[in-house]
């Protein structure tokens, strides 16, 4: 709702016909007074809307960025446990042919700044450099804004989308159902892209490189060197393989979150200040017009005055 | 039984000396309890029980390292005479000789289940796994029925 009343009122803003040039003898007529006016009150309304996404971005950016700090610990514990495990194991290189995913991570909504551009560039990059290794790619895109990108323009790698996660915040087990949708798709290899959030007024793009499920299971032996397992060591390695993919894309969904937010609250800040810069000049305009034409009648007035005199 | 005092006091001792050297000369396990969304515990204790999929097992200072998966059921955090009761849906324990991470996706100390949502859970659980229609409808339904007989178990069998 807000953003088609903000597009409406862009429009209105745009439609008015352009300031024609005031010199001396030549006024505005009235009509062109009131397309000004007209412009004038788009110019308030946007700034209204735009205010209040900023405030909306701004209320909602620091329970993303506590959420983000809270999944934290979890990631981090499941990241040493694999590191100790697999400490001296290279992930094999991929040979060509091999299937590679790429999940880039966008936002459903617009009007959040340069957040979905970027992440979107980085994911073409990543792309290009793995066709060049001749990589067979498939995409699945994480958010509207990725799923509009790839359809337009190259739709015959999207294989999957998933998005419109609802009104409240992502949980685990949305992230968990995500991550079960993609892995259908086998892989040897996926590639998560998202915004990494850094602070109120940056963020950068990172990649994420998941090998294939199958390389925990492969790695038994590795992990026997140094743990021992309650239970049936493939299908805890196999489940463990699940758990940490579901683990990571739900990090990189948080962090994307904050990210966007963040991006939001400095877009719609941008916005609100130029809609109302606009404003005042053109209403600064609207008055010096008024008063030129107030000018110009009091001039014929008085030289008709003068001529019957 | 004065004559066996000497003796079990010694093979504790022994005992106590072999877990420290294990675990570097550590007295107390560092336990790491961890969801997605909290921390419900990260703090030096005596023990902790972690239910595992194979089985309960507890931890001491020492333990040897293990992996293991978690089946619905409670850790028991022992800590100084105080023992602390959580319910866990589901997860991993990861334990090395100094410390125990307990990975969990839902975690929630047992104090807050509530007894008739469960009772209400598990008949309408039951019903669903009779009524299941293919395997992967009842294998799920079976999940819920395992966990809510699990919470159950827990509240009455809590101290």
Redesign the interface.
């Known amino acids: 709702m807000l953003v088609s009343a903000l597009k409406t009122g862009v429009q209105a803003a745009k439609n008015a016909a352009p300031v024609a040039a005031s010199s001396v003898g030549q006024v505005r007529g009235k009509a062109t007074q009131r397309e000004t006016k007209t412009r004038i009150e788009a110019c308030h309304s946007v700034y209204k809307i735009t205010k209040a996404m900023q405030s909306i971005a701004n209320a909602k950016l620091n329970p993303a960025i506590a959420r983000m700090q809270e999944s934290r610990p979890m990631a981090a514990s499941v990241r040493a446990f694999i590191d100790t495990a697999c400490s001296e194991v290279q992930v094999p290189e991929l040979e060509a042919g091999a299937s590679c995913l790429v999940i880039p991570i966008t936002s459903d909504k617009g009007l959040c700044g340069a957040l979905n551009t970027k992440i979107l560039f980085k994911t073409m990059n990543t792309i290009q450099d793995l066709k060049e290794k001749k990589m067979k790619i498939k995409v699945i895109t994480v958010g509207e804004k990725g799923h509009k990108n790839f359809q337009s323009m190259n739709p015959k790698m999207l294989v999957h989308t998933a998005s419109h996660f609802g009104k409240t915040d992502i949980n685990f087990l949305q992230a968990s159902r995500v991550a079960e949708f993609v892995t259908q798709t086998p892989f040897d290899q996926a590639t998560i892209l998202y915004n990494k959030y850094i602070n109120r007024v940056s963020f950068t793009q990172m990649a994420h490189t998941i090998p294939a499920l199958t390389f925990f299971s492969e790695q038994v032996s590795k992990f026997g060197e140094k743990f021992e397992f309650e239970g049936d060591e493939e299908q805890i390695l196999k489940d463990l393989a699940e758990f940490q993919f579901a683990v990571q894309l739900y990090g990189a969904l948080l962090e994307n979150g904050a990210s966007e937010q963040s991006s939001r609250l400095a877009a719609m800040d941008n916005a609100s200040k130029n809609a109302a810069s606009m404003a005042l000049e053109l209403t600064q305009l609207f008055n010096r017009t008024r008063q030129m034409q107030i000018t110009a009648e009091m001039i014929e007035i008085s030289t008709g005055a003068e001529c019957c005199k | 039984m004065s004559f066996l005092r000497p003796f079990s006091r010694t093979f504790l001792r022994a005992a106590e000396e072999a877990s420290s050297a294990t675990s570097g000369g550590k007295k107390r396990l560092s336990l ?1 309890f ?6 419900p515990a ?1 703090k030096e204790v005596d023990m902790v029980i972690v239910p ?4 309960s ?1 507890g931890v001491l200072v020492g333990h ?6 978690l089946k619905p059921g409670v850790v028991e955090i022992h800590d100084g005479g105080k023992v602390e009761q959580f319910f866990v849906s589901s ?2 324990a ?1 334990v090395s000789t100094t410390a125990a ?1 307990i ?1 969990a ?1 839902e975690a929630a100390p047992v104090s807050d289940l509530d007894s008739d949502t469960i009772k209400e859970n598990i008949s309408t659980f039951t019903k669903t796994v009779a009524d299941a229609q293919n395997d992967m409808d009842k294998a799920t339904a079976q999940v819920g029925l395992d966990v809510n007989q699990a919470m159950l178990q827990a509240i009455t069998g809590a101290k």
């Not at chain 2, 961890?34 to 921390?39: E, G, H, V």
């Not at chain 2, 040897?64 to 998966?69: A, G």
């Open positions: 790491n961890y969801t997605p969304n909290s921390t990260q595992g999929a194979a089985g097992f040897v390292p293990v992996v293991s998966q997860g991993f990861f991470d990975c996706v």
